[in-house]
Structures are given as C-alpha cells and as structure tokens.
C-alpha cells in the first residue's frame, strides 16, 4: 500500500482529492492538515465523508508529514508548496503540487504572473504533469507540478495538432468556461451566490495567469514561440468546464486529418475520449470523473477549425490528474482508483 497524505485537505481540490484517495485500491490514506482545521475530523468540515474519512485533520508540520506519509500530495495556495517541497523532496518523499509553484520551466514568466520563487533548483527538475503528454517523463519524477484547469482542457485537443503540424498555432484563440468550484472554497464577492446565480461574466481577459502557462508547454511543443489569445468565463454552475478552441488549419489538412491525427494520439490513453462525429462535447458527461472529451468542426468557410473540449474542472483539472500523476509515478495502471463510471444524467 502507498501511504498518501493531503496537505491542505479541506479546500476544494484537496477534498476532492480525499474523496478519489479513500476508495483507491492500493492507498492507505494516513494524513490530512489544514491549517484553519487542525483538530477537526475531516467528516465535521465534509459530512458527506463520514463513514467514509475517519482522519482528523493536522496541521502542517514536517516531522509529521514525513512520519506518515511517501506520497505527498499538496493542494496549498501558490507560494506555500516551494517553502515545503524542498525539505519534503530531500527526505525522500514523493510530491504532487496542484499549486503553479512548480509549473513552469521559464521562471521569469512564473514569477511575472504570480511571486518571486524561492525554490528555483527544483523547477528545472519538476515535470508538468500533464499525463497525456508527459507521460514518460512523470514516470521517473519525484515532484510533478498538476497542470492548472483551463490549461488542462486547452493543451489536450491542441498538442497533437501542432505537434503534427496541422494548425497555424500563431492564430490560437481559447474561449473557456468554468464552474465556481474553480475559484476555490473561500468565500469572495465575486463567487457570492447572488453574484452567479443567474449571471454569466468574462473575468481576467487577456491577463490570466494560465496563459502563459499554457503558451510555455505550446512552444515547447511547437519549437518555437507561442502566444494565444486566452478568454475565461465564470459560470452558475459548481463543476465542470468547457472550452471552445479556434485555430486556422494548415492547407491541406481536413476533418479526416484531424481526427486521425487526435485519434492515434489518445488511442493508449484512456481518459481522452474523441467523441462520435455527430456529436460534440457536454460537461454532463464527464461530471466526477477524469475523462477529457473532445470533439471538433471544421468551418470551411474561413478554414477555421472549432475544437471543444470538457472536463470536470475538479477531477481532470485538478484531483484526478493528481491522482493519474501519482499512479505513473509509483508505476502501478494509470486508471487505478479513477475509473469510475460516469453519471447518465
């Protein structure tokens, strides 16, 4: 068994963390801290749990976390994990940062969009830890920064289209929408139900701090610079995310090449779903579970290509990718403790 602690375990990511954890077959789930809840059950701040969590949590202290715990997963605001992970790194654990501390390779684009990094000698060792794509490279990490969400549900139907060369990627515009779980658990004006509720609001345009996290693994991707025009959407809903990708495609390349070529790239990952041609993507169909569906039209019109994808913001943008992460990791079935099966309705 791999004894998997949860730093940060009562906000949002960091329960739905604890939720996937409890019934993964091959983890003993031995620590939870929080630090406004220390002392608590986890089941007092979540009694959807009860019967289901029986830990109290504790507070973020090293001894401890290193006592108990090989897998170290930690859902903390950014700027908290690169204070921890190197200590945590150099006795030995393994780590998984949903934060963006370890994100990015180019630490001046980190710290332009968020602080000044105090851990910079393990950046350049950190793999981003989109599964799909990375998958190799996660094999023998020992910390993985978890993508954001947006960037999750926009890299996945873009990757295998510039890496093959079918798009134009300098015409890139990503138009995504996101559930207020996104924002997180506490609570803000903007996230107020008398806020949302009925409401339907761009937010950050043009200044989002995914953005150049997304434009990083791009021009990666591409060999060459990569910028895209990148609009958020808040939406009433408290899960799931969808987002709508326009990009040129190359002369020559149509519906069959593209769905040829995001056809063989998923076809050994079973968590991206290319959906049938006479249907496109609903967030519905992927609520609590770590699938990324993809569909797409051609507009031949303007030669544009619309790509759609969805996700469950909470699941494949967040918990479940770090769950997929740490399976690669301890090199046990990717799908362990994920495959659930989706709701119908």
């Known amino acids: 068994m791999i004894r998997v602690g949860i730093l940060g375990a009562t906000g949002y990511a960091g329960a739905e963390l604890a939720r996937i954890l409890s019934g993964h077959p091959e983890?003993?789930?031995?620590?939870?801290?929080?630090?406004?809840?220390?002392?608590?059950?986890?089941?007092?701040?979540?009694?959807?749990?009860?019967?289901v969590v029986r830990l109290t949590c504790s507070p973020n202290e090293i001894d401890l976390i290193c006592e108990k715990a090989d897998v170290i997963f930690m859902a903390l605001p950014h700027k908290i994990p690169m204070s921890i992970a190197p200590e945590l790194i150099g006795r030995g654990k393994k780590v998984i940062d949903l934060s963006a501390d370890f994100r990015f390779k180019n630490i001046e684009a980190y710290e332009a969009a968020y602080q000044p990094h105090t851990a910079k000698e393990l950046t350049e060792e950190a793999v981003y830890g989109l599964c799909e794509i990375y998958h190799e490279e996660i094999k023998n990490a020992r910390l993985v920064g978890n993508p954001g969400c947006y960037p999750t549900s926009i890299l996945l139907p873009l990757v295998p289209l510039v890496a093959e060369g079918l798009v134009d990627h300098s015409?890139?515009?990503?138009?995504?929408?996101?559930?207020?779980?996104?924002?997180?658990?506490?609570?803000?004006l903007t996230t107020h139900f008398c806020e949302v509720q009925e409401s339907f609001k761009a937010?950050?345009?043009?200044?989002?701090?995914h953005n150049p996290e997304i434009?990083?693994?791009?021009?990666?991707?591409?060999?060459?610079?990569?910028?895209?025009?990148?609009v958020p959407h808040l939406v009433p809903m408290i899960r799931g995310m969808l987002s709508t990708i326009y990009v040129t495609v190359i002369a020559g390349a149509g519906l069959k090449e593209i769905r040829e070529c995001l056809n063989d790239y998923y076809a050994p990952h079973p968590f991206v779903r290319i959906v049938a041609e006479n249907l496109l993507p609903?967030?519905?169909?992927?609520?609590?579970?770590?699938?990324?569906?993809?569909?797409?039209r051609l507009d031949?019109?303007?030669?544009?290509l619309i790509l759609i994808s969805v996700i469950d913001n909470l699941v494949k943008g967040a918990a479940g990718q770090a769950v997929q992460n740490m399976n690669i990791m301890q090199g046990i079935e990717q799908t362990r403790g994920l495959f659930n099966t989706p709701f119908p309705v």
């Open 27 to 51: 983890v003993d789930l031995t620590l939870l801290t929080s630090r406004q809840y220390a002392g608590k059950g986890f089941d007092e701040i979540y009694p959807s749990m009860a019967g």
């Open 215 to 230: 434009e990083e693994v791009l021009s990666r991707v591409a060999g060459e610079p990569v910028t895209l025009t990148f």
């Open 203 to 209: 937010y950050k345009v043009a200044v989002h701090r």
């Open 300 to 304: 031949t019109r303007s030669n544009r």
């Open 282 to 296: 609903d967030t519905r169909n992927v609520r609590g579970t770590n699938f990324c569906d993809i569909g797409f």
């Open 171 to 188: 015409t890139i515009v990503a138009d995504a929408k996101s559930g207020v779980s996104g924002a997180g658990r506490e609570a803000t």
